[in-house]
């Protein structure tokens, strides 16, 4: 079954460093999510991708994030200047449409330390 | 706007008995419901959905949630818990053509 993959599992990182979070979504899919999970809280919505640029995002993606497809397959979250709050769980999900019948599949997450 | 609220932040049941997890949502629209789970290092597994078609659904694992429109709850249950259900469990709403809202979890223990 395809799944939604993500790398590195683990990145540990110091403080204002730049890193950047990859995922490869499910080849068919269309619209592209990224999600966070800090530690004890709710999973929050980052922002969506859809047909090569941003469609929505929350008040959390400031100017210090960015997301890319660069090669038609990865996509990619990079954070410019790592602050200690951005330690948290990533999570990208792709899917394939809008429709209420397409549900958004989930990577395994990337965790990322802060120090 | 959306919101969903998990009432139980943890629950423990012994092997063998009923699962209940509770989740109430808030929506403006129509909204998808769905529970995802977690398992330990693992990525958020779709258990089920509603879709505004049947208001009972059944998932996978044994798992099935009711859409109650006039109490505004889409609780989770399961008949008889397996260990291998322990994980985490989200309650998540998504009204048309927007991000997922999530609550923030109910943490499943099964005693053997």
């Known amino acids: 079954e395809p799944e939604v993959t993500q790398t590195p599992s683990h990145q540990v990182t110091q403080m204002g460093q730049e890193v950047i979070l990859r995922c490869v979504p499910i080849s068919n899919h269309l619209y592209f999510y990224w999600y966070r999970q800090i530690l004890g809280q709710k999973v929050e919505f980052l922002v969506s991708?859809?047909?090569?640029?941003?469609?929505?995002k929350s008040e959390i993606f400031d100017d210090q994030f960015s997301v890319e497809r660069p090669d038609g397959s990865n996509f990619t979250l990079k954070i410019r200047s790592t602050k200690l709050e951005d330690s948290a769980m990533y999570f990208c999900?792709?899917?394939?449409?809008?429709?209420?019948?397409?549900?958004?599949?989930f990577g395994p997450g990337t965790r990322l330390t802060v120090t | 706007a959306q919101s969903v609220t998990q009432l139980d932040s943890h629950v423990s049941v012994s092997e063998g008995t009923p699962v209940l997890l509770r989740c109430n949502y808030s929506?403006?629209?129509?909204?998808?419901l769905f529970w995802y789970v977690q398992h330990p290092n693992k990525g958020l597994q779709l258990l089920l959905k509603y879709t505004s078609a049947a208001t009972l659904v059944k998932g996978i694992n044994g798992f099935e949630a009711e859409f109650k429109k006039s109490e505004t709850s889409f609780h989770l249950t399961k008949p008889s818990a397996h260990m291998s259900d322990a994980a985490e469990y989200f309650c998540?709403?998504?009204?048309?053509?927007?991000?997922?809202?999530f609550g923030k979890g109910t943490r499943l223990s099964v005693i053997a």
């Open positions: 998540v709403v998504s009204p048309p053509s927007t991000p997922l809202v």
């Open positions: 991708f859809y047909n090569n640029e941003i469609s929505e």
């Open positions: 929506s403006s629209y129509s909204p998808s």
């Open positions: 999900a792709s899917r394939q449409g809008l429709a209420k019948t397409y549900e958004q599949y």
